[in-house]
């Protein structure tokens, strides 16, 4: 197991859960993805409508994809070229995404979402940190594999990086959790709304205790 020293996560089970989350992230990508449907939550959650631009999305990625298929130059794709209605359920698509975007609902690009969602610090600083581990590049593979001594620089398959490395990522994933739990409980009226509530004080002690 991996080794904490004298580091002590409270609440434990919160804190040590992410810990592992992110060392797995650190390797296999997808907590850019995690921040993403954050971002939709909270879109959501301010404005229920927010689905239609939700929906308009979907509708675009499926008339690209069927776009591209009704070409019959793609082999990925010969078994949706092949669909006796695919021309039908284009102009259909292409209808309904027109109707949306006449009502005011277009796609949404992604800086365009966190925007809306007044996360536009989030989305210059933490998501493009994020997105590295996510899509390949030079800059994680040189903080996944390679370590600087001195003038020189060592190969490394793995890196033990210490549970400290990822103070950031624990306490911004707590948080939107946190957060998110205390939304859909306030938004449905569930009743324990104020037990989820003590979550919120718990990460507030543990960010007292680690200086976050």
């Not at 092949?82 to 949404?108: A, C, F, R």
Request: net charge neutral; hydrophobic share 35%.
């Amino acid at each position: 197991p991996p080794s904490t020293s004298s580091f002590h996560l409270t609440p434990p089970c919160l804190g040590f859960v992410f810990y592992l989350t992110f060392r797995c992230v650190r390797y296999f990508g997808g907590s850019s993805t995690f921040l993403e449907t954050y971002v939709e939550f909270c879109n959501l959650l301010k404005d229920k409508t927010y689905g239609y631009h939700m929906e308009a999305q979907h509708s675009l990625q499926w008339l690209n994809l069927l776009k591209e298929a009704v070409k019959a130059t793609n082999p990925y794709l010969k078994s949706i070229s092949k669909m006796p209605e695919l021309s039908q359920n284009i102009d259909y698509i292409e209808k309904k995404l027109m109707d949306l975007k006449m009502k005011g609902y277009s796609p949404l690009k992604i800086r365009d979402r966190f925007k809306k969602a007044g996360m536009l610090n989030e989305y210059n600083s933490m998501y493009n940190l994020l997105s590295t581990d996510t899509h390949g590049n030079i800059r994680a593979l040189i903080r996944r594999h390679i370590e600087i001594d001195g003038a020189d620089f060592n190969i490394v398959y793995y890196k033990d990086d210490p549970i400290e490395e990822f103070l950031s990522y624990i306490d911004s994933t707590c948080g939107m959790l946190v957060h998110a739990a205390i939304g859909i409980h306030e938004l449905l009226g569930l009743e324990a709304l104020s037990e989820v509530k003590t979550l919120r004080k718990s990460l507030e002690e543990w960010r007292g205790e680690h200086n976050l």
